[in-house]
């Protein structure tokens, strides 16, 4: 299996830009989990799905964040409008239902907003 | 909520052990993590301890896991430069929110040749 997925790996973008991450998890994995890491703050949970369906969205900062995971092998994060302090790391990881916390983890997608 | 502390920083020379902390504050944690993050990469699983044991070693790694003062460690034994890298604890409460973790704000280990 190639692992979880994210593109893109970089992404620059001006102020108020829609911005679209993605990314395949490792198929059969039921769960789905969107992190975001800063300097600052560290590696935050923002939304995690299980099979296809959001249980919590509590770690997502504001309205201008949405998830959608539309099916199993696919799920993408937007912000719109951007702002300046959404730039971070976003990581996406994937789990199995039988596995108790080994989380596997893309190589994250870096943005930067300028 | 729960709450998972360490250490910023550790240095140590090629060759001698390395130990890093963690502290906990969730007593229903029923698995506790450790996972390494190279540069540039995401996170990766070292190793984990069921809470129910007070350790565990493969290879290199040996975790102790003190529940009553809720502190676990890493110690990497005969520590390499390919080990510099940031090392996260992290734990599970599998009654309550299976799938979830949460993650301490990260060790950096710098190696010294």
């Known amino acids: 299996d190639a692992g979880v997925i994210q593109s893109p790996r970089h992404e620059v973008t001006e102020m108020g830009q829609e911005v679209t991450l993605r990314c395949k998890p490792i198929?059969?994995?039921?769960?789905l989990f969107w992190y975001r890491q800063t300097m600052m703050r560290g590696l935050e949970l923002l939304i995690y799905?299980?099979?296809?369906?959001?249980?919590?969205d509590s770690g997502m900062p504001e309205d201008r964040f949405s998830a959608k995971m539309p099916n199993a092998s696919f799920s993408t994060l937007k912000i719109q409008p951007s702002e300046p302090r959404d730039s971070a790391v976003y990581f996406c990881?994937?789990?199995?239902?039988?596995?108790?916390?080994?989380?596997?983890f893309g190589e994250g997608s870096r943005l930067t907003v300028l | 909520g729960e709450d998972v502390e360490q250490s910023l920083f550790l240095s140590v020379r090629e060759g001698d052990s390395s130990v890093i902390n963690c502290t906990y504050t969730d007593s229903s944690s029923t698995y506790l993590y450790w996972y390494k993050q190279e540069p540039g990469a995401g996170l990766q699983l070292l190793t984990y301890i069921f809470s129910n044991m007070d350790m565990k070693q493969d290879q290199r790694l040996t975790v102790l896991l003190n529940k009553k003062d809720k502190h676990l460690s890493l110690r990497i034994a005969d520590t390499q430069t390919g080990d510099s890298a940031i090392y996260f604890c992290a734990e599970i409460n599998g009654g309550t929110s299976y799938g979830k973790l949460t993650f301490g704000q990260g060790t950096i280990l710098t190696v010294h040749p």
């Open positions: 799905f299980n099979n296809n369906v959001p249980i919590d």
């Open positions: 198929s059969g994995h039921d769960y």
């Open positions: 990881a994937s789990s199995g239902t039988r596995d108790t916390g080994e989380l596997f």
